[in-house]
């Protein structure tokens, strides 16, 4: 585990982002690397599409809601 260095607007960013999103600020911070991360390693796919192959990966059922 190591420390990374960021600017406080985004530290303040990610701490209302945790608050909204019901994560630690760790957490939050994390999620947005991992995201990050593979939105440069996969630059033909959509957040959509990421988070839908990471349930995929997860063995995570998403099912879609009903057209009303």
Known sequence: MGI????DELHQDIRKA???MVR?????????IKIGMLAE???GLSFNQIM???MKVADVEVRKIASV
């Open 41 to 43: 390693a996969n630059p």
């Open 52 to 54: 839908a192959e990471q």
């Open 24 to 32: 630690s600020i760790n957490a939050q911070a994390e999620y947005w």
């Open 4 to 7: 990374v260095k960021i600017n």
């Open 18 to 20: 945790s608050s909204f």
